[in-house]
């Protein structure tokens, strides 16, 4: 007799109440196995694959694609005992009562608490305590999930997140696109025939679905997933942490000089040394001499804390939006070992891979607006740390050296800081420093 489970939405990171889907991986009738990956969705922190931890046979989908959808809600129904070998299923409770809460175990790596999740009452059904006996199992009958209120904001192309960023670079818009996988899903293929010229055109979608009005020839995008969570960061840091901006300006050529060197060297053979690269070492050198950028302030226990350690952010524009992952223990790595680390942070975040974990426990970060071109900015601190450094675009400048007027490699640099923490001594004396290292690197060799 058939035994029916319902698959909750389970919270990916400490904190988080909904998420998108994004895309499904299954259908029913798929059979499944256990922690298969059956769910793509979107959390205001990253695109998560989700596992299942029971093997059997999907019976429903609860949730359409581009829904935003609570934590706990039951997104999916399998059937675990397809060949009936179970016992049989208690009677089902009658239709003006509330089924019983059923406990789910966590999904693998998401933590012990457990996930509880209880369906809707019926229409018209008269609303009843839950009753006290144990868990029966959910039939497949038609479900009302449990979705967010918030209005859906219109067709979501259904494509991941690197098929979004090849359709970014190749200039393609996906809503546009009919997807030829299953469930519609965008292919890369598909993409790359529409850079082609060659691809049908996706069915017709009104201009209620697609958010514009041709009126008013605006459209309308809802504020969710990392846009949102974004959003609210900033607001937070902006009201709570008194931000004060420094800048400096530096003759950066010995550092390119440098590096060019390194390109060379048997050593870093095929690493990508970068400024950025530069950057992340300075800046780790510096926090040492100057403990209090890397502190935060904890409002609720009235301490600042100091940190011995270095986890540093590196602010990454994806085709999701701006993500801060971390590279752990930034200050015990080599200049080698961060050129590697910091290219693989940031391929995983340009495919929108970054896991809800790795965007996690920064004590300060670096912020590259150079990469676009930019000479300086006036970056917001992330929440939970204490200062931020801004590089700017390297560029050839007139410059005083020994009294002559040369062309040099010049960069601009700007540090806002928590002035709660670090007072302008001390943010002026670790910006000197960061300073001083990419003017020179072999002013490192003296710390």
Not at 26 to 41: A, C, L
Not at 284 to 294: F, M, Q, S, W, Y
Not at 377 to 388: H, M, R, Y
């Amino acid at each position: 007799m058939p035994e029916y489970k319902q698959f909750p939405l389970a919270d990916t990171a400490e904190g988080l109440t909904e998420a998108d889907i994004i895309a499904w991986q299954v259908k029913p009738g798929d059979t499944v196995t256990v922690n298969q990956i059956v769910v793509e969705v979107e959390t205001a922190k990253a695109a998560v694959e989700l596992p299942i931890p029971w093997a059997g046979v999907v019976t429903e989908l609860l949730v359409e694609p581009g829904q935003t959808v609570e934590v706990g809600a039951p997104i999916l129904t399998i059937d675990v005992d397809p060949g009936g070998k179970a016992a049989p299923a208690p009677a089902p409770a009658p239709a003006a009562e509330e089924p019983a809460e059923e406990e789910m175990k966590p999904l693998v790596g998401y933590g012990s608490k457990a996930v509880v999740t209880q369906r809707r009452a019926r229409k018209g059904a008269a609303p009843t305590a839950p009753a006290a006996t144990a868990p029966v199992p959910v039939a497949p009958a038609p479900v009302a999930p449990a979705v967010s209120s918030k209005p859906k904001g219109g067709y979501v192309p259904l494509a991941k997140p690197p098929v979004r960023k090849l359709a970014k670079d190749l200039g393609v818009d996906l809503h546009a696109l009919t997807g030829t996988a299953d469930g519609g899903v965008i292919t890369r293929d598909d993409v790359r025939a529409a850079a082609n010229g060659s691809a049908a055109p996706a069915a017709a979608v009104s201009s209620v679905d697609s958010g514009y009005d041709p009126a008013t020839r605006e459209r309308r995008v809802p504020i969710k997933g990392v846009r949102k969570a974004t959003a609210a960061a900033m607001v937070q840091s902006a009201y709570t942490a008194p931000h004060v901006t420094e800048f400096l300006t530096i003759d950066v050529t010995p550092m390119m000089e440098f590096r060019e060197k390194l390109k060379k060297s048997r050593e870093f053979a095929g690493v990508k040394v970068t400024p950025l690269t530069f950057a992340a070492k300075a800046v780790c050198l510096a926090a040492k001499r100057t403990p209090d950028v890397n502190a935060v302030w904890d409002e609720v226990a009235q301490e600042i804390v100091y940190k011995d350690y270095v986890h540093l952010g590196i602010a990454a524009a994806t085709p999701r939006g701006l993500v801060v992952p971390k590279v752990r223990d930034a200050d015990s790595m080599s200049l080698k070992e961060l050129a590697i680390a910091l290219t693989e942070l940031t391929d995983v975040a340009r495919e929108g891979k970054t896991t809800p974990a790795a965007m996690l426990g920064g004590t300060i970060t670096i912020t590259n607006v150079g990469v676009f071109g930019v000479d300086t900015g006036t970056p917001i601190i992330n929440p939970g740390e204490s200062a931020i450094l801004c590089l700017g675009a390297i560029k050839d400048t007139p410059w005083v050296v020994d009294g002559e007027i040369k062309v040099r490699k010049v960069l601009q640099l700007s540090l806002s800081f928590d002035h709660r923490v670090v007072d302008g001594q001390q943010g002026s004396e670790f910006l000197a420093d960061v300073g001083a290292l990419l003017a020179d690197p072999a002013v490192a060799i003296t710390y």
